[in-house]
């Protein structure tokens, strides 16, 4: 049995036949090909999967795709302005090197923007080391990651984002 | 180059791009038309006979293609998996070489032992399918603790190794080292466990494959470290498609660690199926899958002593070790606890005598096989953990005895008594920043004001070694290792002057894409943004060993450089030829061919147009075109070393461990990118600090169930376990490769548990606490300070 669903993905109207179960990173990557959204785990522990739903980051491997239905998601394809213009989050993460193969950056990404706009700009370490209790890298070591949102905070602030 | 973009420089990252927009294309992105997908199903028993599988409810599902069982590879007369390194017990007979069934036939050996291949249309049809299959089980007792795995009346995992032993090695000479340890004015002993890890890239392992009836083509996408080595053993040995016919393609992979070097059923069974299905199959692991049938690493469960004359001289070092393997051997996994590790014990000291033994031991758990630093960081745990407790015991300091007995700064090349030769090094003004950098002085009032706190604080040191860039393949082929150890480079110049650098390396995040572009730029002037490092492909790349141990650039660069010179030894005759002048004549500078002492100049861009539009050209003695490759091999291994210093604060009442400052000073010889190597020493001190806190891979001793089977119960480390970590480095460059590098992969990873868990015993010695293993757990500290203090009362 399918059920039919619709959403905004990056700005754009979607729709497709779900199966009840079928989860919203499924929708987005087997259905919508989008597949810049990874999977890492199957717990919910990983963060791989972060995007945002309706403002807020949400692991999209905990949510049916049928509970996104009307909503607006938001994915790390729909997040630089343009092809040469990078969010600043993403810049950060470049300029601090905060990713080597690159897997978890997506979810990484999400969370420390949604991150940096929960705590109105203002980070300091020990936040940004606690706020990342849910996503996992395997790779840089954290350090990076923390120096690249510390960094990204204030030029998100003055890039009104 | 330009000191922008050569080499040394800071340069960001080519391959970030497309890892930050979503563009990242890893094996389970891979759209395929017509795609079947495939779901395994494992033995829930660590150990069972198979009475019977009953697939026929399995094949009234919807959306089923096929199922397979190890059967189906019975009749169609395919082999099994293959261990590529013969190891040579201490009777010079070759290891037990138990068979490895790509599927189950008629026992299962680990939880997770592949069992059937379920291909239906979807990846949800397929699993539900699989669990309509009927299993039947005789289920026997499991042989899992492997401290008794190789005592007498042991289950025995496989009839071809009796008493599970795979080999009992040794290295040096006993009786040497025994005479030693009879004059020694002090012994110091340990009994330690090195806890068996699970790699968890995050990135799952995944596979696809595609059959092309018209030419016979099979093209196989993987996660893999080194594509052609898979090709290599999937050909020769596993699945006889010849390697011509069989394209293997690593795209994006999302780390691996050791991990993803090895041939695996999964990927076998997707290769092979895929022609029979007649469609495109895709198989991703889930996590849980990842747990179980990843090859772990490290367990092993060892005695040391090391004994020293009355000054603290190191005069001899013993070792036993008892190595698992696993139920069956991986890839490599017999080279691991002995070339890998044995070979390393005599650190960065002048230790005259060393012997150590080593027996492998099979048992009914996942194979074990080579993980970040493979041997080396397990060796380096011995060493290491030996050397800070005799220091506390012969009441000195820890870097002060380690000073005493490093091998001296004039003493290279210098000559182990475990068959290594350490090319260059110089270890003294490493322990020194690093003292520096962690403010050493400051340690005993920072330990004060922790304890007005209510806290203890320890320090800890570990000063590493590490031999990788493993060469020369002679040395390899005599050790029983079944390959070359070379790699290849192609700089492949396009008429319009930009180029392609093909390696038979592989990145999986160590960022080769940057840093052999650099080298290509520096060498040969060309800027960054017209130069793109192609890898991965066994169709388009020359073939290449891969990328582990450390090895991509001081091997695979080594051979782009040679490449390099290559194309200026080419473009010299060509620019000779364009400027009428000798070819001894031509020097090249910064991009530019010129005649010395004449204003004669030809751009290297102007003589590789020549090359391919020879027009005024000398075709008599040159070949047309710009395109060059490489094989280097090299003609030792390399050296990194240095010193990492670790300083924990441990709540006594709860047995909370918190690393509180972390530093590492390395030798890597010469650095081509600061910024990415300091990355991977960043990201190698994680892993070490997990093993040494919180990662431990657990079966349950009676039935053999992975405890520890998600990110739920194996504890890897997160943002807030782990402090900002403070490195510098020291610079001796490597004598004998022409970049005059070493390795930096894996030296964050080898030095760190030691360095943690020496800092968690100076912590804890004023309570009396002797020894806490690994992972020094909130429970395990707690209880060990319960121990120590029951102790105290009794």
């Not at chain 1, 997506?106 to 940096?116: C, K």
């Not at chain 2, 017999?334 to 070979?343: D, E, G, N």
């Not at chain 2, 870097?399 to 290279?412: D, G, H, Q, V, Y």
């Amino acid at each position: 049995m399918t059920i039919s669903v619709g959403m905004t993905v990056n700005g754009k109207s979607v729709s497709g036949k779900v199966e009840a179960r079928t989860l919203l990173v499924q929708f987005l990557r087997e259905h919508l090909g989008m597949t810049g959204t990874h999977v890492g785990c199957d717990t919910s522990q990983c963060g791989a999967c972060v995007v945002h739903v309706d403002g807020k980051s949400v692991k999209s491997c905990t949510l049916l795709a049928v509970q996104a239905e009307g909503a607006k998601v938001l994915t790390i394809e729909g997040l630089a302005e343009s092809a040469d213009k990078l969010h600043p989050m993403q810049e950060a993460f470049r300029e601090n090197h905060a990713l080597q193969c690159g897997f978890c950056t997506p979810g990484m990404v999400m969370s420390a923007i949604d991150m940096v706009k929960r705590h109105d700009y203002k980070l300091d370490e020990a936040t940004v080391r606690r706020e990342l209790e849910g996503n996992l890298c395997r790779c840089t070591g954290y350090h990076n990651i923390v120096k690249a949102i510390l960094a990204a905070a204030p030029a998100m602030k003055s890039a009104g984002v | 180059m330009t000191a922008a973009t050569g080499i040394g420089a800071r340069v960001l990252r080519t391959e970030d791009k497309r890892f930050l927009t979503g563009t990242g294309r890893y094996v389970d992105d891979l759209p395929l038309a017509r795609a079947t997908y495939a779901y395994f199903l494992r033995s829930p028993h660590a150990h069972a006979k198979i009475k019977s599988i009953d697939t026929s409810a399995a094949k009234k599902m919807p959306g089923i293609v096929s199922i397979f069982t190890g059967k189906d590879l019975v009749d169609a007369k395919v082999g099994g998996l293959i261990c590529g390194w013969v190891v040579k017990d201490k009777h010079g007979q070759p290891h037990k070489a138990p068979p490895h069934p790509i599927m189950a036939v008629d026992t299962v050996r680990y939880v997770g032992d592949t069992v059937a291949m379920v291909v239906a249309n979807s990846h949800d049809e397929a699993k539900d399918a699989a669990e309509s299959i009927k299993v039947d089980y005789d289920v026997k007792p499991a042989n899992i603790d492997l401290a008794k795995a190789l005592d007498k009346g042991a289950v025995e995992v496989h009839a071809e190794a009796p008493g599970n032993l795979v080999y009992d090695w040794e290295i040096g000479v006993k009786a040497d080292v025994d005479a030693a340890f009879a004059k020694a004015a002090h012994v110091t002993k340990l009994d330690l466990i090195n806890n068996r890890l699970i790699p968890n890239a995050m990135e799952p392992r995944a596979a696809a494959a595609d059959y092309d009836k018209g030419t016979g083509n099979y093209t196989l996408w993987s996660t893999s470290q080194n594509p052609h080595v898979l090709r290599l053993i999937l050909s020769a040995f596993v699945l006889g498609i010849p390697e011509h016919k069989l394209r293997v393609i690593a795209p994006d992979v999302g780390g691996g660690f050791g991990s993803k070097i090895f041939c695996y059923a999964d990927e076998t069974m997707v290769c092979w199926a895929a022609s029979r299905v007649g469609r495109p199959i895709k198989w991703t692991a889930e996590r849980s899958e990842s747990f179980m049938t990843d090859c772990h690493g490290r367990d092993h469960v060892t005695h040391a002593e090391l004994a020293l004359d009355k000054d603290g001289k190191f005069l001899a070092v013993k070792v036993a070790t008892i190595a698992n393997m696993g139920a069956y051997l991986s890839t490599f996994s017999t080279a691991v606890p002995t070339y890998l590790y044995a070979t390393l014990l005599a650190g960065q000291y002048t230790t005259p005598l060393i012997y150590a033994n080593v027996r492998a031991a099979l048992t009914h758990t996942a194979p074990v096989d080579a993980y970040r630093g493979a041997g080396r960081p397990e060796a380096t745990f011995v060493i290491e953990s030996l050397v800070s407790k005799a220091a506390a015991e012969m009441k000195m300091d820890a870097a002060e005895l380690r000073r005493k007995n490093f091998i001296p700064s004039n003493a290279f090349p210098y000559q182990t008594p475990v068959a290594l030769q350490y090319d260059s090094g110089n270890y003294p003004p490493i322990i020194d920043e690093a003292m520096k950098i962690a403010d050493y002085k400051g340690f005993e009032a920072r330990r004060a004001e922790a304890k007005s706190r209510g806290k203890l604080r320890g320090i800890g040191f570990s000063s590493y070694i590490e031999a990788c860039g493993l060469g020369p393949s002679r040395v390899i082929g005599q050790l029983g290792g079944g390959v070359g150890q070379w790699e290849s480079a192609q700089i492949k110049f396009n008429p319009t002057g930009n180029v392609q650098v093909l390696t038979g390396a592989h990145s999986h995040g160590q960022s080769h894409e940057t840093t052999f572009a650099q080298i290509v730029s520096d060498k040969l002037g060309v800027p960054m943004e017209q130069i793109e490092v192609v890898h991965g492909d066994t169709a388009t790349t020359p073939f290449g060993m891969g990328s582990y141990g450390s090895r991509s650039l001081a091997v695979g660069g080594s051979a782009i450089m040679k490449a390099s010179d290559k194309i200026i030894a080419k473009g010299k005759k060509i620019a000779a030829h364009l400027m009428e002048a000798s070819v001894a004549d031509v020097v090249f500078e910064q991009g530019t061919f010129k005649v010395a002492g004449t204003d004669k100049a030809v751009p290297l861009g102007a003589a590789v147009f020549a090359a391919y539009v020879p027009h005024n050209y000398p075709l008599e003695e040159l070949e047309p075109g710009m395109d060059e490759n490489a094989f280097y091999d090299p003609s030792n291994f390399v050296y990194p070393a240095g010193t990492q210093i670790c300083e924990v604060e441990i709540d006594p009442d709860t047995g909370e461990v918190e690393v509180v400052a972390h530093t590492a000073v390395d030798d890597f010889g010469n650095i081509i990118n600061p910024m990415i190597v300091d990355g991977q020493v960043h990201g190698g001190i994680v892993q070490g600090v997990g093993q040494a806190l919180m990662e431990n891979a657990v079966y349950d001793k009676a039935t053999g169930q992975l405890v520890s089977g998600s990110y739920m119960d194996y504890t890897m480390p997160r943002a807030d376990n782990v402090p900002s970590f403070k490195l510098g480095n020291k610079v001796t460059p490597c004598p004998h490769n022409p970049l005059g590098v070493k390795g930096c992969g894996e030296a964050g990873a080898i030095a760190a548990p030691a360095a943690v868990m020496n800092a968690v015993h100076n912590a804890l010695a004023p309570l009396g606490v002797k020894h806490v293993e690994m992972p020094a757990t909130p429970l395990n500290v707690w209880q060990s300070i319960q121990g120590a203090r029951h102790a105290v009362a009794e």
